[in-house]
């Protein structure tokens, strides 16, 4: 059964940093593209930031320049370094994989259960 794990959240000051995680396990034969979200209170979920298989990112407006999504070495964990944080950037933050999980070539859109992220002004 597959499952994302995220961790990293918390509270930081405006200005700090943090580095949430998320680690894919279970039975997958490839990671294609990575997305992370946010939604904060009252809210839609926003698209945060993208990385495809082959290592091309894109990042909302908001965030480019602060933030930066990358994936580990053994690919299975993907990264959202989150820089010059800003009260604006409150938020429960999920990763989103799309994973191909048969051999048959099977692929479906998997969700991390979600991190509270809070930056006080």
């Known amino acids: 059964q597959v499952q994302l794990v995220e961790s990293g959240g918390g509270l930081v000051q405006a200005g700090g940093s943090l580095r949430l995680s998320c680690a894919a396990s279970?039975?997958?034969?490839?990671?294609?593209?990575v997305a992370w979200y946010r939604q904060a209170p009252g809210k839609e979920r926003e698209l945060v930031a993208t990385?495809?298989?082959?290592?091309?990112?894109n990042y909302a407006d908001s965030v480019k320049g602060r933030f930066t999504i990358s994936r580990g070495n053994f690919k299975t964990t993907v990264y959202l370094q989150m820089d010059s944080l800003q009260p604006e950037d409150t938020a429960v933050y999920y990763c989103?994989?799309?994973?191909?999980?048969?051999?048959?070539?099977?692929?479906?859109?998997?969700w991390g259960q979600g991190n509270q992220v809070t930056v006080s002004s």
């Open positions: 279970g039975t997958i034969f490839a990671i294609n593209t």
């Open positions: 989103n994989e799309d994973l191909t999980v048969s051999l048959y070539g099977s692929r479906f859109s998997y």
């Open positions: 990385i495809t298989s082959g290592g091309d990112t």
